[in-house]
């Protein structure tokens, strides 16, 4: 669901920023930001950072999700720390800000999504210097024109992971 996620984001910029830089390959991509021998692809990336737990799930993330034999655990309520970044050659470093601006204008203006029926909501995370630099330095790349945004309101449910093996139910211990 992840990938789902951040492709149909993505591809929407995509639609947002190619009307004003318009490229045969594309504007906007998911992709791993970081110290990668390939060529940098001038184009906006997607890069998820981390997810975390949210803090305060919503009443629809507490309820129990049904299995075929009727248990079943609360849902996983999860945030996406999402890495948008201007990822372009030195020589067109005026070109990355030009087209970072139109993410930026696609992120205020398109705040809400929804994918296969569920709504997600974007909102930009404000990093200090210290703590951007500490993220550049663990991904091992040089700093880009880039925001962090939260993807809110990922579910997680036993149910969409029917297909993997049952989970042991644990051990019984004899004194």
């Known amino acids: 669901m992840i990938k789902k996620i951040l492709k149909f984001y993505a591809d929407k910029m995509d639609q947002y920023v190619s009307?004003?830089?318009?490229?045969?390959?594309?504007?906007?991509?998911?992709?791993?930001?970081?110290?990668?021998?390939?060529?940098?692809?001038?184009?906006?990336?997607?890069?998820?950072?981390?997810?975390?737990?949210?803090?305060?799930?919503?009443a629809n993330a507490m309820k129990m999700s049904g299995t075929t034999n009727g248990s079943g655990y609360p849902d996983l309520a999860m945030n996406l720390n999402v890495l948008i970044a201007a990822i372009f050659e030195e020589k067109k470093y005026s070109e990355s800000l030009s087209f970072f601006s139109e993410a930026l204008a696609f992120i205020q203006s398109c705040p809400v999504f929804t994918v296969e029926g569920v709504r997600y909501t974007v909102?930009?995370?404000?990093?200090?210097?210290?703590?951007t630099n500490n993220m550049w330095s663990?991904?091992?790349?040089?700093?880009?024109?880039?925001?962090?945004?939260?993807?809110?309101?990922?579910?997680?449910?036993?149910?969409?992971?029917?297909?993997?093996?049952?989970?042991?139910?644990?051990?019984?211990?004899?004194n």
């Not at 940098?40 to 737990?53: D, T």
């Not at 297909?163 to 019984?172: F, L």
């Open 123 to 131: 909102e930009v995370v404000s990093l200090g210097l210290s703590e």
């Open 138 to 174: 663990c991904l091992g790349s040089q700093c880009f024109p880039s925001v962090m945004c939260k993807i809110r309101r990922l579910l997680i449910s036993s149910g969409t992971i029917s297909k993997v093996a049952p989970v042991n139910k644990g051990y019984q211990l004899d």
């Open 19 to 58: 009307r004003s830089h318009p490229q045969q390959e594309g504007c906007v991509e998911v992709g791993f930001i970081g110290n990668s021998v390939e060529a940098r692809p001038n184009k906006i990336r997607f890069f998820l950072f981390s997810a975390e737990r949210e803090p305060t799930p919503n």
